[in-house]
């Protein structure tokens, strides 16, 4: 009888909390697991921001996959995902390589949703990924060196587009940031921009009005400005065209205006609502045999129209069922279903304050921000143990770096 093939796709939270769940639980020889990731790197996709505005260390953010692997029991495999053949049961990667699978669990990262605004997609800085953030990171110090020959404006106007949790995590950081690099530039401070642009009526569309109304008053006691009621209708390298009729002289766009699914599920040979896959109570993908789907790339209705969002804590939720149905599946053993616990949201303003609610309590200030890390570390400690826990907290940040406006191309 031969040995049962589960393959991953992607080693986001998701992929990677299953693998963990696979080495835990699977008997010796009892499956081959091949996870398969584009890089062989994993970053903290919530801690984005930071490399955004180069406030945290690269190794901070990012994860050596094979090193979070602590048996032989999963084979890393460094590729992109070009297709699935479902009937033939193979994975198809852009080198030309075919994996066979029995078990595949899709669980690929989100895109960027951009509306089809004119020029977004080709001007505008996204917060998507490592690379993408780091781009953001190493524009702005071009900016800055380049600002010192020019003095051209619109080079220290650095706008984000959205202020729901990422936009307004991203404008955190950029207060924190602005001070260190004016003086390693030699730049006065206030000759730099911050402007946040929504759509929607407030900060934070979703939270209670206390939360609202803190991060508000601590955005604008830091010269940020805020747009609110404003959309963007256009963007240039140099310019933000508005819908208030102003036009915003600014060489730097941060989009954080919402997600999507990954753009390769519209390649897979399934069927797919709002970008992402319909999967069951089991997480298992309707209609197609032995495959499992979480994470960004699902779609789980929580009731008859609302589904779960693409969040990190929906996807390492599921991820924690995920490897023993996988299981269960191969042992012809009864499947559990997947229960959403919603433990609470933190969205962190910088390093010393959030706003958030946690178990029902409403926070803000220093003790949210205290929360907003034991929630990164409580996800590190899932992933690795105490050890990593350790490892990662005692590393320190990366000092501002000078850059010359000739490197780092975008």
């Known amino acids: 009888m031969k040995t049962p093939k589960i393959v991953i796709l992607g080693a986001g939270y998701g992929g990677l909390i299953t693998t963990r769940q696979l080495e835990k639980s699977l008997r010796n020889g009892e499956a081959e697991v091949t996870l398969i990731n584009k890089h062989d790197y994993h970053y903290i996709s919530t801690q984005l921001h930071k490399t955004g505005a180069g406030t945290a260390s690269d190794d901070k953010i990012t994860l050596h996959i094979p090193d979070l692997l602590k ?33 595949l669990l899709i669980s690929l990262g989100f895109d960027v949703a951009t509306f089809g605004i004119p020029g977004v997609e080709e001007n505008a800085f996204k917060i998507k990924s490592f690379q993408s ?82 991060t508000t008053n601590y955005l604008m006691k830091n010269n940020v400005e805020l747009m609110t009621s404003t959309k963007i209708l256009e963007c240039s390298p140099t310019s933000i065209e508005l819908d208030n009729g102003e036009v915003l002289p600014s060489s730097t766009l941060i ?31 309707k209609a197609v045999e032995n495959v499992f789907c979480i994470g960004d790339a699902a779609l789980f209705m929580k009731d008859e129209k609302n589904a779960l969002p693409p969040t990190a804590q929906v996807a390492i939720q599921q991820a924690e069922l995920c490897g023993p149905n996988i299981i269960a599946s191969l042992r012809g053993e009864t499947l559990k279903t997947f229960e959403y616990h919603h433990k609470g949201t933190v969205a962190s303003i910088g390093n010393k304050a959030a706003v958030g609610k946690v178990f029902g309590l409403k926070i803000s200030g220093t003790f949210a921000a205290v ?35 000739a490197t780092h191309q975008k």
């Open 133 to 214: 953030t780091k781009a953001i990171y190493n524009h702005i110090l071009r900016q800055m060196a380049a600002y010192k020959e020019d003095s051209n404006p619109s080079r220290l106007t650095f706008a984000v587009a959205g202020a729901g949790f990422t936009g307004i995590e991203m404008v955190g950081e950029l207060i924190e940031a602005m001070p260190k690099l004016c003086r390693t530039y030699d730049i006065p401070l206030s000759e730099t921009r911050i402007i946040n642009i929504e759509a929607s009526p407030t900060v934070l569309p979703g939270f209670d009005q206390e939360a609202i109304e803190f």
């Open 71 to 103: 048996t032989d029991k999963v084979h890393f495999k460094k590729g992109t995902v070009q297709n699935v053949d479902f009937k033939e049961k193979k994975v198809r990667l852009d080198s030309g390589d075919e994996i066979d699978y029995d078990y």
């Open 255 to 285: 989009w954080s205006g919402g997600v999507r699914g990954n753009t390769l599920l519209e390649k897979l040979d399934l069927p797919t609502s709002r970008g992402r896959i319909p999967v069951d109570e089991f997480l298992r993908v």
């Open 371 to 405: 929360m907003k890390q034991v929630i990164e570390a409580r996800y590190l400690f899932v992933l690795g143990g105490p050890g990593l826990v350790v490892k990662q907290f005692l590393k320190l940040g990366k000092p501002y770096s000078k850059v010359s406006a």
